[in-house]
């Protein structure tokens, strides 16, 4: 094992500790997590479910996809309805979500997270104490929108993707609006026409009470697979709470981005790896005891 092998045992060992002895801890995820599952949008897995569309259109992932303009709302339908039935209504292949519940299920936690796979709820956490932040694969809302509510669509894709035909969908099935009759979309953060329904409502409220009444807890604030395209959301607020409270401890676990701030660097613990890989060695410690007993120099 080389020394920075045992560096980073040894901060698994930290964070094993904090779990057990933290007032309360919460959990900040990104859509590394949900890679890490398997949820992974190039590749084998795109090729599986998009080859028609990436020899038609020539895009080769399916991030690309979601914004290629489509000629027709009865393709645009075929893309997305596949899309949304495979990332959120198929289970990850990796239960890392099934994991980490295990690992925290004991604990006062509560979940922020700007995933939008429902990963969280699948795998056992309370709905009450979750936050999604920008939205849910499986819900429809006005385009428009003509008013801040949202449907639930699991019939509808199932349909869109068993009557689909060469990459359309009958125009019967394309979703309109009930209350204005215009189309319906998504609910998903990507302009100023989120719906933020009541439900989204008070979840926040939940989350932000939480967060104030553990305000000067021993709170292990638990960050997975965050990176920089919406940090103001997640890892932002997660350095101000550490360094407005000496109690608390930031944990980062990413490829490649495990940092924080120098001023938080006595209260961090960051891991620079695979969340999947972090959390299988975090259950064994847990059942077993420490694994390694280690002396960094």
Known sequence: MFWNDKYKMAQIEGLKAEIKTADTIVIGAGAGLSASAGFTYPGSRFRQYFADFEDKYDFHDMYSGGFYPYQTPEEYWAYWSRYIEINRYHNADIPVYEKLFQLVKGTDYFVITTNVDHCFQKAGFDKKRLFYT??????????????????????????????????????????????????????????????????????????????????????????????????????????????????????????????????????????NGDIWETLQILSKQSEKGAIYNLEIP
């Open 134 to 271: 920008q939205g849910d694969y499986g819900l429809f809302q006005c385009s428009v929108p003509c008013c801040h509510i949202t449907y639930e669509n699991r019939q509808i894709i199932s349909r869109m993707v068993t009557k689909q035909k060469d990459m359309r969908v009958p125009s019967g099935l394309l979703p309109k609006c009930p209350v204005c009759g215009k189309p319906l979309t998504m609910n998903l953060r990507s302009d100023n026409k989120f719906v933020e329904d009541r439900g989204w409502h008070k979840a926040a409220k939940r989350y932000y009470d939480f967060l104030h009444c553990h305000k000067n807890s021993h709170v292990l604030l638990l960050e997975l697979g965050v990176g920089y395209n919406t940090p103001g959301i997640i890892k932002y607020p997660f350095w101000d709470i550490t360094a407005q409270n000496t109690k608390a401890v930031y944990t980062c676990i990413n490829y490649g981005e495990a940092i924080c701030p120098a001023e938080i660097e006595k209260q961090a613990i960051c891991i």
